[in-house]
């Protein structure tokens, strides 16, 4: 389990970077998933109990933090304070001369010059990004009536059997079918075709507990019921195309709008045990291929992926955790990739 003195170390680190906030309003930028929304939701809601509120932007498909698009967005928003919560660890600045949290559990891509960072990499188990944002908000705010937000992030994440406390709590207080169902519920948007999750962090920064989530006495709940029908059956017309096989991975390629391409790959895994399976979406955003990996074979994907990167790869390419990475290729890096995978013209895309 993870040490008391590890939580209390990172709870110091944000509590003193809370008090090095300017005047200005703060901001929480988050991932779009239920570990990220709910991370989100945390940090704006003990904040705000703290006496900064903040606003939150969620980043969705195609979007991050470091970007020039990202910069210029923050640039013309007075900022007090950023906390950036699941969305990675690299190098550089999400924005210069601002005081900057980073929150997250993936493996990092290098490392900051000026940030506080508060990651779970490395812990075994790990922590989720919704975990380390509960423990956070623990540090400037009373929180407990919170953790049934941590919670979703932690059953998000696929980290439910980890043995945290704080996961074990939430089963008493809620209940776990409770909690699995509004998981469900809150990725259900960012995998539809528009991959709008504001209605999902809407009723997360509102909703006193899951059942709320789950009861409809929200419109929020209406749209989110009405994406997790548009995927399924996105899912169900991508679960009859077949794998192909070249060597040791096995790829399944879709053509969808909908963000399926992470459960093909995790269906599939438990199918093809031996193999590294990718699932690649080329219909998910215009230009570009996605994919996602998974495998049972215990091999490193981030360094599979690093080794294998075409030229081109960029910060989309090759992030997340050793066993559930994937990423993002323009068509030319894309067909280079495959090649090198040993596969021929079935699984080149057109440029």
Same mark, same amino acid.
């Given at each position: 389990?993870?040490?008391?003195?590890?939580?209390?170390?990172?709870?110091?680190?944000?509590?003193?970077?809370?008090?090095?906030?300017?005047?200005?309003?703060?901001?929480?930028?988050?991932?779009?998933?239920?570990?990220?929304?709910?991370?989100?939701?945390?940090?704006?809601?003990?904040?705000?109990?703290?006496?900064?509120?903040?606003?939150?932007?969620?980043?969705?498909?195609?979007?991050?933090?470091?970007?020039?698009?990202?910069?210029?967005?923050?640039?013309?928003?007075?900022?007090?304070?950023?906390?950036?919560?699941?969305?990675?660890?690299?190098?550089?600045?999400?924005?210069?001369?601002?005081?900057?949290?980073?929150?997250?559990?993936?493996?990092?891509?290098?490392?900051?010059?000026?940030?506080?960072?508060?990651?779970?990499?490395?812990?075994?188990?790990?922590?989720?990004?919704?975990?380390?944002?509960?423990?956070?908000?623990?540090?400037?705010?009373?929180?407990?009536?919170?953790?049934?937000?941590?919670?979703? &992030?932690?059953?998000? *994440? /696929?980290? =439910?059997?980890?043995?945290?406390?704080?996961? @074990?709590? +939430?089963?008493?207080? #809620? %209940?776990?079918?409770?909690?699995?169902?509004?998981?469900?519920?809150?990725?259900?948007?960012?995998?539809?075709?528009?991959?709008?999750?504001?209605?999902?962090?809407?009723?997360?920064?509102?909703?006193?507990?899951?059942?709320?989530?789950?009861?409809?006495?929200?419109?929020?709940?209406?749209?989110?019921?009405?994406?997790?029908?548009?995927?399924?059956?996105?899912?169900?017309?991508?679960?009859?195309?077949?794998?192909?096989?070249?060597?040791?991975?096995?790829?399944?390629?879709?053509?969808?709008?909908?963000?399926?391409?992470?459960?093909?790959?995790?269906?599939?895994?438990?199918?093809?045990?031996?193999?590294?399976?990718?699932?690649?979406?080329?219909?998910?955003?215009?230009?570009?291929?996605?994919?996602?990996?998974?495998? &049972?074979?215990?091999? *490193? /994907?981030? =360094?599979?992926?690093?080794?294998?990167?075409? @030229?081109? +790869?960029?910060?989309? #390419? %090759?992030?997340?955790?050793?066993?559930?990475?994937?990423?993002?290729?323009?068509?030319?890096?894309?067909?280079?990739?495959?090649?090198?995978?040993?596969?021929?013209?079935?699984?080149?895309?057109?440029?």
């Amino acid at each position: 389990m993870i040490p008391e003195h590890w939580v209390a170390e990172r709870q110091g680190a944000f509590r003193q970077a809370f008090g090095g906030f300017g005047p200005d309003p703060l901001r929480v930028l988050g991932h779009h998933d239920a570990d990220g929304l709910s991370a989100t939701a945390l940090f704006v809601r003990a904040l705000g109990r703290a006496g900064r509120p903040a606003q939150p932007r969620i980043l969705g498909r195609g979007e991050n933090p470091w970007s020039a698009e990202m910069a210029a967005e923050l640039r013309g928003q007075p900022t007090g304070g950023l906390v950036v919560a699941d969305l990675g660890i690299r190098a550089g600045a999400v924005r210069p001369d601002t005081p900057t949290v980073l929150v997250d559990h993936h493996v990092p891509a290098g490392v900051p010059e000026a940030a506080t960072v508060i990651s779970g990499h490395g812990l075994d188990p790990t922590p989720t990004s919704s975990l380390l944002a509960y423990w956070c908000a623990g540090a400037v705010a009373p929180a407990d009536d919170l953790l049934w937000l941590a919670a979703l &992030g932690i059953i998000g *994440d /696929l980290e =439910e059997k980890s043995g945290f406390a704080e996961m @074990a709590e +939430a089963r008493s207080r #809620y %209940g776990v079918t409770v909690l699995r169902d509004a998981v469900s519920l809150l990725n259900a948007p960012r995998r539809a075709a528009s991959g709008d999750a504001t209605p999902a962090l809407a009723l997360l920064l509102k909703a006193e507990g899951p059942r709320e989530i789950l009861s409809g006495e929200h419109p929020e709940t209406a749209l989110l019921l009405a994406a997790k029908e548009e995927v399924k059956q996105a899912m169900e017309e991508a679960r009859r195309l077949p794998p192909r096989i070249a060597g040791e991975v096995a790829i399944i390629r879709i053509h969808s709008p909908c963000q399926i391409h992470p459960l093909i790959a995790q269906a599939w895994k438990g199918r093809l045990k031996d193999k590294i399976v990718i699932a690649a979406n080329t219909g998910y955003r215009p230009g570009w291929v996605h994919f996602a990996a998974r495998s &049972g074979t215990g091999v *490193d /994907l981030i =360094e599979f992926l690093r080794e294998r990167a075409p @030229a081109g +790869a960029d910060e989309n #390419y %090759g992030n997340g955790h050793a066993q559930a990475t994937g990423g993002a290729l323009r068509a030319e890096g894309w067909n280079s990739f495959v090649s090198g995978l040993g596969y021929g013209a079935e699984m080149q895309v057109a440029a």
